[in-house]
């Protein structure tokens, strides 16, 4: 069997920067024609001096591909001025609550210092992207948020928000809530649940923030996810560190799945009997959410199998050495 | 401050063999004068011939110290004359559903097939050490098998059961339900949540099966703990692996803890203002629950700082490097 994808895009992507960058940004300018490309570097991309030039890095790694990276920056309390300005190169605002993930320690404090920014991307039409974790009991931290997510979205009802790799029905069931609420969902996402990160043996190549969570919440993404929800997107949150830095005493938390998302997601659309929805997910709900126009690419996938490779670089991906059914032809 | 401890218990010990059996059972029976040592080898301790030269075995590598390995045989179908002849040279037997944990698949694999030994045991006297989880989501292990702990308890009323490594309020509250339900609790499960596992960066160090719970579970545990609840004992499950099968992508199951046991508890119970009842806790109960006569031993703990040693032997403890408030002098 064959499926043609028309311009697949992820809607949340860390490419880091320096020989990182240089290593993952192919992987995922091969597969797709776009990707929102996470601000949290060190320091944060949070003037559009940096994001030009971080952007500038990305095209250069990506020579050659039809790809065009969504540059984000990183929530402060930006003046008119600055938002105006940044506007023509930005597709949204990235906020992340103080000390929640990687380099995130310059992130929000308190909700009530976010408002007045938060009423500009409003009035300006800026989509607003949120890690929604509180500091609370690891299996918790999301749920905890999703109030945060309806005073946002009651106080700011045309303002675009996108709850950024969620893992919990709680917050599937919260899309339905508020016209103004969207979502992203990773690959792995669909796939895992805390038994895979913690359930045998410690894999710290699953562990990812947020952390996956209990089998019905799974589910409910996978469900949301094969009938397309409309307000769902494919973000894959792919967050490259190097090997020693998963494998070891103190992992960091993040899933590299930029390389082996889209074979990863045609062979379970088609487990699933959904692959007529692939297409909605890896791309057009995308399109209409965040009004971006990508280059156009056509990646055709078969149901012929792959060995997901040992390492890419220095980055040892999910699944490293297993198959999978489907690959990119 | 000074404290005495009267013939600590550890009524739940992994020595292994060889080797790590010689680095790691003089640092329980240096600060121990007793303790259940668990069958799980490979093959496992289920025959008296094993049993007499494993315990040989652990009193070479502990003498001189006025210490007692009390032995459990690794529970399978057995026959009267085999019980009656193992009763002089074990304190135990233990049961591991079949692959729930290390070196357990030659457990049980159906409850019906363990009732006839289970008869045998209560009415000889034998009492029945549990390691209660299902193979369901990891979270939910423990509760889901609280189900065959009041099966069992129903059906042999004079048999004496423990619920090994208890970490779920869950069980806390099946304690007072039946009165042959009795438990034993882990030092680092008194301590720790999922989230010091996973919460921040993977922590391989403090991952173990059963896996930390929530923070009310903790809560219980340690407010039965600080109670000296009667039912219930020290068993330290303290593990040891070598460093490299931890520090690893796939890292084994199990927290080593036995030198740092006794300041770890005496600096538990001391900011919870409990010293008084660290003595129930980590001996009386046990004397009464088991009905054991280890040798007798004083240990004097003073609230002078220890620094955890980073590895004993080629295995790293939980919290190497970090101080404790206490030590034994």
Same sequence: chains 1, 2.
């Avoid at 024609?33 to 949290?40: F, L, Y």
């Avoid at 009802?157 to 899309?175: C, G, Q, R, S, W």
């Avoid at 082996?260 to 791309?283: C, N, R, Y």
Wanted: aromatic share 6%.
């Amino acid at each position: 069997m064959e499926i043609k994808l028309k311009s697949p895009l992820d809607m949340h992507l860390h490419l880091r920067e320096g020989e990182m960058l240089k290593t993952v940004a192919p992987l995922t300018s091969q597969h797709f024609s776009g990707a929102i490309i996470m601000p949290n570097l060190v320091p944060p991309v949070d003037n559009l001096d940096r994001l030009l030039a971080y952007r500038e890095e990305i095209l250069a790694a990506t020579k050659g591909d039809a790809f065009e990276p969504f540059m984000t920056l990183f929530f402060r309390a930006y003046t008119r001025a600055e938002l105006e300005a940044a506007m023509p190169h930005i597709t949204a605002i990235k906020l992340y609550p103080a000390g929640i993930t990687t380099n995130s320690e310059g992130g929000v404090k308190e909700l009530a210092d976010a408002e007045a920014t938060m009423s500009l991307m409003e009035e300006l039409g800026i989509p607003l992207l949120v890690h929604g974790e509180t500091n609370g009991f690891v299996m918790d931290r999301e749920r905890e948020f999703l109030t945060v997510y309806e005073q946002i979205a009651t106080k700011f009802p045309k303002l675009k928000i996108v709850m950024e790799h969620i893992t919990t029905a709680h917050a599937v069931a919260l899309l339905d809530k508020f016209e103004n609420l969207h979502a992203t969902v990773t690959a792995h996402h669909l796939i895992i649940t805390l038994d895979d990160v913690a359930g045998g043996m410690l894999n710290p190549h699953l562990f990812c923030k947020p952390i996956a969570k209990r089998p019905e919440d799974r589910d409910a993404l996978l469900n949301a996810a094969l009938t397309a929800h409309p307000k769902l997107s494919l973000g894959t949150d792919s967050a490259p560190h190097p090997q020693h830095k998963k494998e070891c005493c103190g992992c960091a938390a993040g899933v590299f799945t930029a390389p082996i998302t889209l074979p990863l997601m045609a062979d379970l659309f088609a487990k699933h009997d959904a692959l007529d929805k692939l297409q909605a997910f890896v791309s057009d709900n995308a399109h209409r959410i965040y009004g971006v126009t990508p280059p156009e690419k056509i990646m055709t996938l078969r149901d012929e199998p792959m060995t997901i490779p040992e390492k890419y670089g220095d980055v040892v991906p999910m699944w490293a050495g297993q198959q999978l059914g489907w690959s990119v032809v």
